[in-house]
Each structure stands twice: as C-alpha cells, then as structure tokens.
C-alpha cells in the first residue's frame, strides 16, 4: 500500500468510526428520552427502529472495509514472498 492508499484507507475508516459513532449517541439520546417519557412511545419506536437500521448499515460499512484491508494485506503477503524466494533463487554462489 504506496502512502496515498493508506491515508485515503485511513480517511475512509475514520469517516466510517465517527458515523458509527454519532448515530449510537443519537440512539442513547432517545432512547433517555424515552426513558423520562419526553417522546411518545410510538415515536420512540419508530425513530428507535431507523436508527437501528442506520447503525447496523454503518456496522457493516466498517466491516466491509475491513475484509478489504485484510484481502489487500494477506495479497501483498503473498506478493512479497514470492518476491523473496525469487531473489533468493536467483543468487548464484561462487565456490
């Protein structure tokens, strides 16, 4: 990974944490809410229900990315080491 793909990746992480982030301190702000009856329940149930829905989507947007960082490293694992036996096959030892 060349440095602009790894803080593209980083940016795309931390974008990805802060989203997951925000909407679980939303749904802990409803969900006090609620809690000292300051919303109706099927307000409550309702908003409770998309933010769910919103958090799980961003859980498995940070998940995807994820399984693509582990893809790419396990492929440039490879990549190297097959670079490595090949430069150490193509030594010649002079006797």
Do not use: P
């Not at 679980?24 to 409770?48: C, G, N, P």
């Not at 989507?57 to 190297?80: F, G, H, L, P, Q």
């Amino acid at each position: 990974m060349n440095g602009s793909e790894a803080y593209e990746r980083k940016a795309i992480e931390d974008t990805q944490f802060k989203n997951v982030k925000q909407l679980r301190q939303q749904y802990d702000k409803l969900v006090e809410m609620a809690s000292k009856d300051l919303i109706q329940d099927d307000t409550f149930k309702e908003k409770s229900e998309d933010l769910l829905s919103k958090i799980k989507e961003a859980e498995n947007d940070v998940a995807e990315t994820n399984n693509r960082s582990a893809s790419w490293r396990e492929a440039m694992y490879k990549t190297i080491d097959v670079i490595a036996h090949e430069e150490k096959g193509s030594r010649t030892v002079v006797l």
